[in-house]
C-alpha cells in the first residue's frame, strides 16, 4: 500500500512513489483521451497531473502545444528526458507545480485531467484546481476529466465511495450556461492485476465544451 507518512509533503510522497520503479506507467496515451482529441483541431492544452508524460507526448505528436505539470520532480525530470529522445521537446512545457499555488495561465484549448486524485491526508483542494482550469479554457475549448469511478478486488481501495460523474461537476460549480456537457457517464475499463487477475472496472469519463458565447 502506498500511502503517505506522517507529515510528508505532497511532493515527497509522489516522488517515493515513482522512485519503486524506473517506469511507473505504460507510456501508453489514456484511452479516453484519444477518443476525445484525435478529432479536435490542434491547439494548446494543458495536462494536469501529467506523471512521466505519455497523454502530452500523444498531443504533441498531433500537432498539440501542450504544457504538463506534475508536483513529483522525479516524474517531471522522467517526462523531460523521454520528450528530448522522441523529439517532441519544443512542443511540450513541462511545469514541476504545486496546482494548489495555481493552474498555468492560459488561454487553453484543451485540459485534460486524467485520475487527477489525491490521498489523504494531502491537502489539495481538487474542485478548486479543476474550476480553475476550466476557466483557463477558450470559448469553444474542452474540458476532460477521466476519476476513477470503482476498484478491483485487490485495490486497497476498492470499498471506496468514488463520487459518480454528477457529484463531480457539481463540485465545480460552474455556470450551467456558459458549458455544454458533451459526455457524461461511467465507463467500463478492463483492468489486470499484479498476479493476472482480470477485472472490470469504472471510469467516470466528463466532457465539457466551453460554449463560444459565454
Not at 26 to 33: I, K, M
Not at 43 to 51: H, N, P, T
Not at 64 to 89: C, F, K, M, N, Y
Not at 155 to 168: L, M, N, R, T
Request: proline share 7%; aromatic share 6%.
Amino acid at each position: 500500500m502506498h500511502t503517505p507518512e506522517p507529515g510528508e509533503a505532497a511532493p515527497d510522497f509522489w516522488d517515493r512513489l515513482y522512485r519503486r520503479s524506473d517506469r511507473i506507467w505504460s507510456g501508453n496515451v489514456n484511452a479516453r483521451l484519444a477518443e476525445v482529441a484525435v478529432d479536435l483541431p490542434p491547439g494548446r492544452a494543458l495536462d494536469l497531473g501529467c506523471g512521466e508524460g505519455g497523454d502530452a507526448m500523444w498531443l504533441a505528436e498531433r500537432g498539440w502545444q501542450v504544457v504538463a505539470t506534475d508536483i513529483s520532480p522525479v516524474a517531471i525530470e522522467r517526462a523531460r528526458e523521454d520528450a528530448r529522445a522522441r523529439g517532441l521537446a519544443e512542443r511540450i512545457e513541462f511545469v514541476r507545480t504545486d496546482l494548489a499555488d495555481g493552474v498555468p495561465a492560459g488561454p487553453f484549448d484543451l485540459v485534460s485531467a486524467h485520475y487527477f486524485h489525491v490521498p489523504e491526508p494531502l491537502a489539495l483542494n481538487r474542485s478548486a484546481v479543476l474550476r480553475a482550469a476550466a476557466e483557463a479554457l477558450r470559448p469553444g475549448g474542452h474540458l476532460l476529466i477521466v476519476d476513477h469511478g470503482s476498484a478491483p478486488s485487490w485495490s486497497e481501495h476498492h470499498d471506496y465511495p468514488f463520487p459518480g460523474a454528477d457529484e463531480v461537476l457539481d463540485s465545480l460549480d460552474l455556470d450551467v450556461a456558459q458549458w455544454q456537457r458533451v459526455r457524461v457517464e461511467a465507463v467500463d475499463r478492463d483492468v489486470a492485476g499484479p498476479d493476472g487477475q482480470k477485472a472490470s472496472v469504472k471510469d467516470n469519463v466528463m466532457l465539457l465544451r466551453r460554449r463560444s458565447d459565454s
